[in-house]
C-alpha cells in the first residue's frame, strides 16, 4: 500500500504552473468570444495566475509568452510576481504571428526571415535572464501547407542551426524544452511533428534540451504514456503542456476528455520518478477557455492535474510488480485501476486544510466575490487575447 | 471504352461554383496573413469569382456568405454578377460569429438567441428571393466544449423546430443543404456531427432537404465516397463543398492532399447520375488560401475538380460491371486505375480550345497582369476576411 | 441528489448479456493463444455464463453464435440454460466463415452466395424459435478492399433485398438490430460501415428494426454517445455490442480503455430512459479475451458496465438540468464530473450483499477454486475458438 | 527537366524485392480464404517469386520468414533462388507465433521466454551466414493490452538487452532492421510503436542498425514522407515494408490506397539521394493478398512501386528549388503535381521493352497461362500460409 504521508508530501510538493495566456481571451479561427473580467496587461495576468495559486496552493509560477506579455521591465514584473506570492515562469517566445512567418520562422527559405526569428528567440533569453525563468520553450508554427512547397531536409538543417545558435547562448542553470505538434497551423508538414523529431534534435544539442509534451499535440492513437515513460527513462522529458483533448489541439481543460489518460500519464511520472524536482520535469498547463471562465477554469484545471497525481501515488506498486512479474494480466490492471477508482477529494481536501486553504477550491473562489469586483475593475482598456 | 464525345459534352457543361470568402483573406486561429490585391466588398468578390470563370470556363457562379457579403441592394449585386459574366448562387448565413453564438445558434439553450439565428436564416431566404440563389447552405457551429455541458437530446429538439421554420418558409424552388461536420469549433459534441444527423433530419423535413458533403468534415478514415454513393442512390445528395485535408478541416485546395479520393468521389458522381443537372448535385468549393494567391488557387482548384471529373468520365463502365459481376477483384480495379492513371491534361486543353478560353489556365492568368492591377487598384479601404 | 432508493433498484434490474463467443480461445490474425479450462461445445460456454451470472447476479442470458453454437436441439439447449439459472439472448448468425463469403455474403455479386448467406439468416429466425430469444444480431462483414472492386449502389440494393426478407420472417415479438462497423475485415468500402448506413435501413424496414451500437467499430473521435442519444430519441436504439478500444476494433474489456467514455455512455441511457426496460436498450458484451483468463474477465467485464451505471445513476439531474439552462458550463460539467467521481464500489457492495452474493464478485470467484476445477475437467475434446 | 537517360537508368536498376508469405494464403481473424495453386513450401514461393521478377525485371530478391520458410539446407535454397534467377533477401524472424508468446517475446516478464526469443533471432542470424542475406529484419509483436499489465520502462530495458546481444552477433556485411508498428497484436501499449522509438534504439546500437519503415504502420494522419526524409537526412533509413491501408494495418497492395502519398515517399527518396544503392536503402513489399490472386497482385504491387518511383524521377529538381527558395507555393506544388500527372506507363513499356520483356507484364502474366499450369501442380499437400 502506498504510505498516506508519503503521498501527503508529494502532493503538497506538487507545482503546477499555469500559462499567461489562459487568462485572455481565446477562441478559433471562426471566432473569439469576449469574456468579462479578462486582465488587460502582463501585471494582470500575474495577478490571477496569484489568484488561482491563492485557491489551489499548488501553482505558484506563471507562464510568459513574448511579445504578448512585453513589458518595460521585467525584472519589475517578477517583483510583481513575488509580491503576489508566486514567480515568473516558461519563458514562450512567439515566432508565428507576424506577416513576414507566413512560410515559416526558424524553417523559412528567406534568411532574412529565419534572423528575425532567431533574433527574437535569443531576445527571449535575454528576457529569461530578467525574470530568473529557468526555462525556454519553444514551439515553432513551422511547415508546409502543400507538397512540395519547401523541402524537408533543407528545413531540418536550418532548424537545427537556429537551435544551436540558441542553445548556445542559454546560461549554465537555463534548459530549453522542445515540443513538437503534428499540425496546425501548418496541414502538410510541420518541421517538429512529432516527440521523435524533438529527441532527435535535442540529443543533437546537448542534456539542457528536452522534450516537452503538450497533451493535445498528437495523432490520434498515440499512446501518450508510452513516450513520456520512454522520455524519462532517457532524461529527455522535459515537461508538460497540459490540455486535453477529444479531436485534435482542441485546448480543453485537462482531464476533462480522458481523465483515465490523465492518471495513466501520472502514473508513469509517479512510478518513473518524474515527481521528484531533480529530474526537472515541469508541470505547466496550455488551454484556451473560450467559452468558460477563465480563472475558475484554471483552478478546476490544477486540481484536476492534481486528482490524477493523487490517484497515481496510491498505485501498490509492490503489487503492481509482483503481479506485472508473474505474467497475471487481470492482477496487474486491477492495482492500477483501484487506485483510479479511488475518490481521492476527501484526501486533497485534508491536504488542503492542513495547507491552510479552503477545502473546496471552486466553492471558495465562487463565493469569494472575486470576479464581480474583476468586472468592475476591468473596464478600459484592451482585454488580453491572443495575438494581444 | 467511355465516348470521347460525351466525356468532353459532360466536361463543357460542369459547373463548379466558388465561394466568395476564399478571396478575402483567411488564417487559422493563430494569424490571419494579409495579402495584397485582396477584394474590400461583395462587388469585388464577385468580380474576382469571374475573373477565375474566364479563365477556366468552368465556374459560373460565386456563393455568398451571410452577412459578411452584406450589401444594399441584393438585386443590384445580381446585375453586377450579370454584368461579370456569373451568377449568384447559394446563401451561406452566418450564425457564429457573435458574442451572442457562445453556446450555440439555433441550439442555443437560450430562447431569445435562438429567435435571433432563426430571423437570420429567414432573412437569408429573403435574400434568396432577391438574388435568385437556389440553394440555402446550412452550416451550424452549434455544440458543447465539455460533456454535461447541454443535453444533446434538447439540442437535437431545438434544431428541428428552426430547420422546419426555415424549411416551411422556402420558395418552391428553393432548397435547404445541410451540412454536417465532425468538430470544430465545438471540441465535444456537435449537433450536426456526421452524415447520419443530416440526412435524419432532411427524411424529416421533405424532399427540398438534402445532405451537404463538405469534404473535410469527416472523422479520419471515413470513406466518403461510400456517404456520396449512398445519398445519391436515396436522392438526398444536396452538393459538395470540395477542400482538402491531410489532417482536420484544413481547408487546403480541392485535389492537393488526395487526389485519388477526389478521383473517387467523382466517380460515384458519375456512375450514379450525379453529374446530370436533374439531380441537383451543386459543385461548390469551400476553401481558405491562408498563405497562397487567391485567385490562381482556386482556378488552380477548380482545374482539380474538372479534372478528376474527366478522370471519371473516362473509366469503362462497360468493363468495370463485367469485371465486377465476375469477382473479379484485380480487373475491377484496373478499369478504375486505367481511368485514374491517364493524363488528361491534354483533353482539357482540347476542350478550352473549343471553349475560347486559353488551353493552360494557370499560365494565362500568370501572363495576364491581372495581378497586378488589383494590386495597384485594391489599396484602401479594409481588406475582406473571414468576419468582415 | 439522486435518490439512492431509486439508484439500487435501478441496478438491481439491470441485465448485462454475455456473448457464448468470449468464453472460446480468440485472438488476432497473427496467433490464437490457447487456454486452460475453455469451453469444447455450447453447454460448456451456457455452463460459463452461468458461471458469471453467479457472480454478478447481473448477466442473467447468454448471446449465441451459430453455427459456432450449432446444436442438435435448441430447446434442450435452452432448458439447461434455465437449469443453470439463466437464458438464451441474442442470436448472432455468421455469415463470414466460409470460403463462399470471400466477396461477401448478402451482398455478394453472385446470386448463389447472396442466396445461401440469406437461408443462413433465415434458419437463425427458425433458431429463435426455438430458443426464445427475442433478438436477431445482424453484423456484416460484407465490403470490398479495393476501389472499383464492387458496386456500392448494387452492394447497398443487395443488402436491402436480404434485409427485407429477414425482417418480414420475423415474429411479432422478435427484433432485428443491425450492427454498423468502419472497417475490418473489409479494408476499402464496409456494406454497413457507419450508425447512418445502419438507422436508414432499419427505418426503411419497420419499427422492430434497431441499431446495434459496438462501442469499438467507429472512426477515431467519433462520439458514441452522441449517437446512443439521438437513437434513443428517436427509438431505433436496440442495443450495445459493449468492449472497449485504443486504436481499432480491439475488442477489449469494456470499459478498460476509456472508462469515462464509458460513463457518458451509461449517462445518455440513464438520462434518456434507456435503462427502462419498455425501452428495449439490450446490453450485451462482444469481447475476445486474447491474452486473460475468460471467465474473470468477463465477470470484470460486467462489473465495469455496471460501476458505470452506477454512477450515471448518481448524476444529480435536476442540478444538472438547472445549469444547463443557465448557460453555466463549468457548473454542468461539475455535475456531471462529480458522479464520475465518486467511488461507487461500496454501493455496489451493499447491493450484492442485499442480492446474496459476494460484495467482491473477482475475489470470490478467485477463492472459488472454479478454475482449477475447470481446466482439470476440460481436458479431452477440442477448445471452442473462433471457427469452431 | 529531368533527364530521360537517367530516368532510364534509374527505373533499370530499381530493385524491389517480395517477400515469400504474400504468396502464401493470409487472412483477417475473421478468416483465412484459401486460393488454389498456392505454394506449399518455401522452394515454391521462391518459384513465384521469380515468376514475378521474370515478368517485371525488378524483383530480384525475396525475403524469407523463418520458422515459416524453414528447410534443411538454407544453402540449397539459395542456389535454388539463383537457378530461379533471383537470390534471397532478407531474413524475417518470427517471435509471435508460440503460445510462449502470449505476453511478448524480447520484451517477455518471463527470462526464459526472453531467452528462447533471443535464441530465435540468433539463429536467423547463421541462416542469414547461410543464404548470405545482409539484413535482418525485426518486427516485434511485442506489447500489453491492458494499463499496468507490465512496466513500460522494463520492457524498454529487456528490449534493448536483446537487441544488443543480435547486434553485436551481426557480420561485417549484416544490417539489423528495426520495424515500428502503432497497434496490433497489442492494443495497449506496443513496445515499439513509432519510428522515434526504433531510431532511438539504433543510434543506441551504431551505424549498421536502421528504421525500417512499414508504410502502414502508423497513426492516422501521419505524414510518412516526412519521416523518410528525416531518416535518409540521418543515414538510418534502412527500407521499407511497402503495403497500402484505408485504416489500420490493412496490408492492402501498395499504391491501391493512396497513389499520391506512394508518389510522395518515392519523391523524398529520389530528391535525398535513396535511390543510390550505396544508401542502402531496401525497397521490400509486405502485404497480404487475402481475397485476390497473390502472383498478380504482386506484379501489380512491384509495379506500383515503379510508376510512383518513376514519376518521382521526372520532377523537375531544378524548377522546384526555384520555386521553393522564391518562396512560391502554387508554383513549387505545380511542379510535383505536375510529375504525378504525367502517365508514365508509356515511359515503362519502353523501358521492358528495352529490358527484353513484355511491356504490359499483367497482360502478359495472364496470357502466359502459368497459373492454370500452378492449380494443376499443386494439388497434394498443405498450402502456406499464415502461420505455415
Not at 515568473?88 to 512567439?94: K, Q, Y
Not at 484526501?347 to 472575486?370: F, K, Q, T, V, W
Request: hydrophobic share 40%.
Amino acid at each position: 500500500m502506498a504510505d498516506r504521508t508519503a503521498v501527503l508530501a508529494a502532493l503538497r510538493a506538487q507545482h503546477i504552473e499555469t500559462p499567461s495566456w489562459a487568462y485572455g481571451n481565446s477562441g478559433t479561427r471562426f471566432k473569439v468570444f469576449t469574456q468579462e473580467g479578462v486582465p488587460r496587461n502582463a501585471y494582470e495576468k500575474v495577478d490571477d495566475a496569484a489568484t488561482v495559486h491563492r485557491f489551489t496552493g499548488v501553482a505558484p509560477s506563471v507562464a510568459l509568452h513574448i511579445p504578448w506579455d512585453t513589458v518595460q521591465d521585467y525584472a519589475d514584473l517578477a517583483a510583481h510576481a513575488t509580491g503576489q506570492g508566486i514567480s515568473l515562469g516558461a519563458i514562450n517566445p512567439n515566432v508565428f504571428q507576424e506577416d513576414d512567418y507566413r512560410l515559416g520562422s526558424v524553417c523559412n527559405p528567406d534568411p532574412a526571415v529565419r534572423q528575425k526569428a532567431l533574433a527574437h528567440l535569443l531576445e527571449c533569453v535575454d528576457i529569461m535572464d530578467a525574470t530568473g525563468s529557468a526555462d525556454l520553450s519553444l514551439w515553432f508554427a513551422d511547415g508546409t501547407n502543400y507538397p512540395g512547397q519547401d523541402s524537408i531536409r533543407a528545413r531540418q538543417e536550418r532548424l537545427s542551426e537556429a537551435l544551436r545558435a540558441v542553445y548556445d547562448r542559454l546560461g549554465g542553470n537555463q534548459r530549453m524544452l522542445l515540443e513538437y505538434k503534428l499540425f496546425e497551423p501548418s496541414f502538410y508538414t510541420t518541421d517538429v511533428p512529432d516527440w521523435g523529431t524533438s529527441y532527435a534534435h535535442c540529443v543533437d544539442l546537448g542534456s539542457r534540451a528536452q522534450v516537452l509534451v503538450d497533451t493535445g499535440h498528437h495523432a490520434p492513437g498515440t499512446n501518450i504514456e508510452f513516450i513520456v515513460a520512454f522520455l524519462l527513462h532517457r532524461a529527455r522529458l522535459g515537461g508538460f503542456h497540459f490540455n486535453s483533448r477529444f479531436y485534435a489541439d482542441d485546448d480543453l481543460m485537462v482531464g476533462a476528455a480522458d481523465p483515465f489518460q490523465l492518471f495513466r500519464i501520472m502514473s508513469e511520472i509517479v512510478l518513473g520518478g518524474g515527481l521528484e524536482p531533480a529530474n526537472g520535469v515541469a508541470f505547466m498547463l496550455d488551454q484556451c477557455h473560450n467559452i468558460e471562465p477563465k480563472i475558475p477554469a484554471l483552478i478546476r484545471s490544477v486540481l484536476n492535474v492534481q486528482e490524477a497525481t493523487a490517484k497515481a501515488l496510491l498505485i501498490d506498486a509492490d503489487a503492481l510488480h509482483r503481479a506485472q512479474s508473474e505474467g497475471d494480466v487481470l492482477g496487474a490492471n486491477a492495482v492500477v485501476m483501484d487506485a483510479f477508482n479511488t475518490d481521492v477529494r476527501p484526501l486533497l481536501a485534508e491536504l488542503r486544510e492542513d495547507m491552510g486553504i479552503d477545502p473546496d477550491p471552486i466553492a471558495a473562489y465562487n463565493r469569494s466575490g472575486h470576479f464581480d469586483k474583476l468586472r468592475a475593475e476591468r473596464t478600459g482598456g484592451a482585454a488580453a487575447g491572443w495575438g494581444a
